[in-house]
């Protein structure tokens, strides 16, 4: 059974990821993350979130496509189990971090194409650039350090 403070934040989280996602996925999702239950069948999904059979189906297919949770069944039950996988969303930030890298190199070819260098525009994206560059370098090294952390358990 989920707590009012935990109905709030799947809700709170849903919205967040809307963004990227249909609303039923995104409301699975959170509810898988904040959840103290480390999995939920479809029928347990659909009456916490209060979803239709189709919109549970095909969230929980969304999310599946984009391996953001996986299923395992039971010896003997028929049933699927979906549960949160984490380090989906450790890698997308991992996409996030190198995605940085190829906007900046697409910056740096209009920058190269402007033919007034000193125009306004052109020392903006040039800023622009400087900057992405900047925050490509920072996650990147970020991201290794952590990594050095947890293989390490220092934080």
């Known amino acids: 059974m989920l707590s009012d403070k935990q109905k709030e934040l799947i809700e709170k989280i849903g919205i967040y990821f809307e963004q990227v996602m249909p609303p039923a996925a995104a ?3 959170a509810l898988l993350i904040v959840s103290d239950q480390d999995s939920f069948g479809f029928d347990e999904i659909r009456s916490n979130l209060n979803l239709s059979k189709s919109a549970t189906s095909n969230g929980l297919n969304a999310l599946l496509s984009v391996q953001k949770i996986e299923y395992y069944t039971k010896t003997g039950d028929r049933k699927r189990y979906f549960k949160w996988k984490p380090t989906s969303t450790i890698n997308h930030f991992k996409t996030e971090i190198e995605k940085i890298l190829g906007l900046n190199n697409l910056l740096e070819n209009a920058l190269q194409l402007k033919q007034d260098k000193e125009s ?34 220092v934080y």
């Open 27 to 29: 409301r699975i999702l």
């Open 120 to 153: 306004y525009n052109a020392k903006m994206l040039g800023e622009l650039s400087d900057l992405m560059h900047y925050l490509y370098k920072e996650t990147s090294t970020v991201y290794e350090q952590w990594k050095e952390n947890k293989q390490q358990k």
